[in-house]
């Protein structure tokens, strides 16, 4: 069965510096989303991202976010000049279509640790 | 504000006993919901889902849900939990959009 990648698994970034997350969505979907959840924490929207544009963000995502679909599998998440409180698991999310019904598939996560 | 409310952080059952695990939404008309599973390491895969229709629905590994209106809750149901059910269980819900609002979770421990 198709499945929604991350990589990496771990990532270990000390507060300032810039990191770049992955995830590979299923390939034939066309909304892509990420969420992160502090430790103890919900699950919280960040950003949905449809036809190379967002579409849905959150208040969370501010300027040091950034997503972008660099070529036609890869879907990134970039964390610029990183904080403490931006340690947190990051899941990427892809749904075939723009339904309201349809299943968000979500990838393992990302844990970053920021230092 | 829309909102998914998980009342239970954590909830420890015998193996073999039932299972319901809470849910309540607020949402100025009735979402999407859905349940999601969390074993550790893993991501988030779907249990089941209500859009319309049938109240009860049924998912993946024996779970079932029911929507009620009347109480704004969509609780999740097994008849027999098994050593393997144990992980955190989410409740979410979206509606218009495809952005998902989740509960806080609730932590699932099976005893033998």
């Known amino acids: 069965e198709p499945e929604v990648t991350q990589t990496p698994s771990h990532q270990v970034t000390q507060m300032g510096q810039e990191v770049i997350l992955r995830c590979v969505p299923i390939?034939?979907?066309?909304?892509f989303y990420w969420y992160r959840q502090i430790l103890g924490q919900k699950v919280e929207f960040l950003v949905s991202?449809?036809?190379?544009?967002?579409?849905?963000k959150s208040e969370i995502f501010d300027d040091q976010f950034s997503v972008e679909r660099p070529d036609g599998s890869n879907f990134t998440l970039k964390i610029r000049s990183t904080k403490l409180e931006d340690s947190a698991m990051y899941f990427c999310?892809?749904?075939?279509?723009?339904?309201?019904?349809?299943?968000?598939?979500f990838g393992p996560g990302t844990r970053l640790t920021v230092l | 504000a829309q909102s998914v409310t998980q009342p239970d952080i954590h909830i420890t059952v015998s193996e073999g006993a039932s299972l319901e695990l809470r849910c309540n939404y607020s949402?100025?008309?009735?979402?999407?919901l859905f349940w999601y599973v969390q074993s550790p390491g893993q991501g988030l895969q779907l249990l089941l889902k209500?859009?319309?229709?049938?109240?009860l629905v049924q998912g993946i590994k024996g779970f079932e849900a029911e929507f009620k209106r009347s109480q704004s809750s969509f609780n999740l149901r097994k008849p027999s939990v098994h050593w393997s059910d144990a992980a955190e269980y989410f409740c979410?819900?979206?509606?218009?959009?495809?952005?998902?609002?989740f509960g806080g979770g609730t932590r699932l421990m099976v005893k033998p």
């Open positions: 979410a819900g979206n509606n218009a959009g495809n952005m998902l609002t």
């Open positions: 999310a892809s749904i075939p279509t723009g339904v309201g019904t349809d299943t968000q598939y």
């Open positions: 390939s034939n979907h066309l909304y």
């Open positions: 949402y100025g008309a009735t979402p999407y």
């Open positions: 209500y859009f319309s229709g049938d109240t």
């Open positions: 991202f449809y036809n190379n544009e967002i579409s849905e």
